[in-house]
């Protein structure tokens, strides 16, 4: 059977968590859009990010996972490139992302995103909602998947999407790591 995702549940530790958030501490937050660039739409998406994309241990430190998920169940043509997005989806807003793909289809770029990751950087007991889901694949178990530290790493190409959250903050860390374009 096709692996569809891998996940480390709770395998972050907390210093780790904590030190991610103090780099994203003095990041400029903005407005969530859809891709780089495009306008806000908060039909679709409803949440604050910052980016971590220049920050090179945080992304030497996703880049361990990656490899290791490709390794075991995916063997793209994948490189150390890409974006990286901090994230907080908040209940004073409704904070969630509806159903997308993490790729850029209209894109007409020599490099296409292959693997997605998501860090959870929030406890379960901090938030309700906020849930992760995919549309055409089973979805991970959401007690397992909430746990502080745990990392999904999946195709970019599958739908998916998190639920509005009705109460708290949850926070990620989100990466997508770059190829050559899908033939």
């Known amino acids: 059977m096709r692996q569809n995702w891998q996940m480390w549940s709770g395998a972050i530790q907390p210093d780790v968590i904590d030190a991610i958030k103090k ?9 969530a859009t859809i891709f780089s660039g495009e306008e ?15 920050d090179n241990a945080v992304r030497q430190f996703l880049w361990q996972y990656i490899q290791q998920a490709n390794r075991n169940a995916f063997g793209f043509d994948i490189d150390n490139v890409g974006d990286i ?6 209940e004073a807003d409704e904070g969630h992302y509806d ?3 993490d790729i850029n289809w209209a894109e007409d770029k020599a490099y296409s995103r292959k693997l997605s990751i998501t860090v959870q950087l929030t406890d379960s007991s901090d938030y309700e909602g906020g849930n992760f889901e ?12 909430k746990k502080l530290g745990t ?22 860390l989100v990466g997508w790591f770059e190829g050559p374009r899908w033939k």
């Open 151 to 172: 990392a999904l790493i999946f195709p970019s190409y599958l739908k998916h999407r998190v639920t509005p959250v009705t109460k708290g903050k949850r926070i990620s």
């Open 99 to 101: 159903w997308h793909h």
């Open 134 to 145: 995919f549309a055409e694949v089973p979805t991970p178990d959401a007690e397992a998947y």
């Open 23 to 31: 780099r994203a501490e003095d990041v400029p937050q903005q407005d």
């Open 85 to 90: 997005q901090y994230t907080e989806y908040d």
């Open 40 to 54: 806000k739409n908060d039909g679709i998406r409803r949440s604050q990010v910052k980016w971590l994309s220049h």
